[in-house]
T-cell receptor, first 114, second 110 residues
Framework: SAVISQKPSRDICQRGTSLTIQCQVD?????MFWYRQQPGQSLTLIAT?????????ESGFVIDKFPISRPNLTFSTLTVSNMSPEDSSIYLCSGYRGLHYGYTFGSGTRLTVV | QQPVQSPQAVILREGEDAVINCSSSKALYSVHWYRQKHGEAPVFLMILLKGGEQKGHEKISASFNEKKQQSSLYLTASQLSYSGTYFCGTEGTSGSRLTFGEGTQLTVNP
């Protein structure tokens, strides 16, 4: 299956600051996505990371708050900007490798904003 | 629109069977199934495409009823390792984003 490396694995941040999460995937991933998951809840799609162009955001998520970059096929970053305690969550990157392998997820970044 | 999963939770004894359902009010192109253990990332189980295809993965199989926009995940002779939260994810069209259900928490006891 696809290998996805995500870092940091966890962080505790002060409100008002920003955190950038990095995701590296292997070359067989075609599409990359960023999700948010509250403990014990479902996964909510934040955006689709598009190579070389602006990400496609889902309703309720905006670029100013969650800027995303994908400079090449295998690397993407998600920044959580001007953080508040409500941003505390687990953030996961995901890559899609087609029908046989589905979506593979990074190990997640557990963010706590204090 | 988020698919609806049922039941929300199920507790089994080792060796028992379980069925988890996933339904959507919209026409679907595909249904995905994932299992997530506590503190870990979701792990892909299988994809079903429209056409009523049934797939199997060891003792875990699934079906997709295109007419009803429903999918069911069947866990046979459950093992302790099957414990976790099962999520279905649905696509409305090929290559569109995946929308996950709320999840079904499965606990298998000895």
């Amino acid at each position: 299956s696809a290998v996805i490396s995500q870092k940091p694995s966890r962080d505790i941040c002060q409100r008002g600051t920003s955190l950038t999460i990095q995701c590296q995937v292997d070359s067989q991933v075609t599409m990359m996505f960023w999700y948010r998951q509250q403990p014990g809840q479902s996964l909510t799609l934040i955006a689709t990371a598009n190579q070389g162009s602006e990400a496609t955001y889902e309703s309720g998520f905006v670029i100013d708050k969650f800027p995303i970059s994908r400079p090449n096929l295998t690397f993407s970053t998600l920044t959580v900007s001007n953080m508040s305690p409500e941003d505390s969550s687990i953030y996961l990157c995901s890559g899609y490798r087609g029908l046989h392998y589905g979506y593979t997820f990074g190990s997640g970044t557990r963010l706590t904003v204090v | 629109q988020q698919p609806v999963q049922s039941p929300q939770a199920v507790i089994l004894r080792e060796g028992e069977d379980a069925v988890i359902n996933c339904s959507s009010s919209k026409a679907l192109y595909s249904v995905h199934w994932y299992r997530q253990k506590h503190g870990e990332a979701p792990v892909f189980l299988m994809i079903l495409l429209k056409g009523g295809e049934q797939k199997g993965h060891e003792k875990i199989s699934a079906s997709f009823n295109e007419k009803k926009q429903q999918s069911s995940l069947y866990l046979t002779a459950s093992q302790l390792s099957y414990s976790g939260t099962y999520f279905c994810g649905t696509e409305g069209t090929s290559g569109s984003r995946l929308t996950f259900g709320e999840g079904t928490q499965l606990t298998v006891n000895p």
